[in-house]
């Protein structure tokens, strides 16, 4: 794919995407800036499943991390790095680090990660075709190693 920007290429701050998020909380109140943001994210989430060619495929949940971890890391795009991905009975858990939802907060801060665990939750519903509960439930803010989110199935 081509650049989008000629001179400044296709990333920008963290900086930058932090003050679009507390401004629209600002804006628009906290909760409804996590469904919008989240909601975004989501869709992010399956646009990159599809181009990654994860829908309607059985690869494992490694290969996905993998996948992810490409895309999303270092090499991508910078959202986050994707360490792994475990089945637990019906629940997929996934460990993140270096989150963008999670840059720059203090120890403690109740912030939950919203964009960066809709765009996992989006992918990983095309990789298993079904809708899913998305919940954030350790961060690294909180004394957890890793952002950690999980998915069961609805319904």
Known sequence: MPELRTELGDFSSIICFKAVIT???????????????????????????????????????????????????????????????????????????????????????????TFTMGAVWGAIEQLMGKRLKGVHTESVLRGGTHDVFEFTPLG
Not at 55 to 64: F, K, P, W, Y
Not at 86 to 106: H, L, M, N, Q, R
Request: hydrophobic fraction near 35%.
């Open 23 to 113: 401004g629209m909380e600002d804006a628009l109140g906290e909760k409804a800036t996590a469904i919008a943001l989240t909601t975004a994210g989501r869709a992010r989430g399956k646009k990159l499943a599809k181009d990654l060619g994860l829908v309607g495929t059985s690869i494992s949940l490694d290969e996905t991390a993998a996948k992810l971890k490409q895309a999303l890391g270092k090499e991508g795009t910078r959202l986050c790095i994707v360490h792994k991905i475990v089945a637990e009975d019906e629940t997929i858990k996934v460990y993140t680090t270096e989150t963008v939802c999670s840059a720059g907060e203090p120890l403690n801060s109740p912030r939950k990660c």
